[in-house]
Nanobody, 115 residues
């Protein structure tokens, strides 16, 4: 069983930055893909960024150039650096980890971008 704990969310002004962290713990044999999803209020959950075990990354156009995903395999941790934040980035952000064909989710951390 894998447990994920997210941190780093909060309230930030438009144009500001936040760095989210997600640490995986528990019985971990291997981690394949790690990613971040978000769910704006009243909307469906959507993919924000993914990073593979080989460190390949992918982003949707909505965040490309502003967000950067990275991982520290030794710490079983994935990060999301968010710059130039916009009000439409407001959402609950969820960490996701794929391990041996199974998917695990964090509890979510609130990111609010507002003036």
């Amino acid at each position: 069983q894998v447990q994920l704990v997210e941190s780093g969310g909060g309230l930030v002004q438009p144009g500001g930055s936040l760095r989210l962290s997600c640490a995986a713990s528990g019985t971990i044999f291997s981690i394949d893909t790690m990613g971040w999803y978000r769910q704006p209020p009243g909307k469906q959950r959507e993919l924000v960024a993914i990073i593979t075990s080989g460190a390949s990354t992918n982003y949707p156009d909505s965040v490309k150039g502003r967000f950067t995903i990275s991982r520290d395999n030794a710490k079983n941790t994935v990060y999301l650096q968010m710059n130039s934040l916009k009000p439409e980035d407001t959402a609950v952000y969820y960490c996701n980890v794929g391990s041996l064909g199974k998917s695990y989710w964090g509890q979510g951390t609130q990111v609010t971008v507002s003036s």
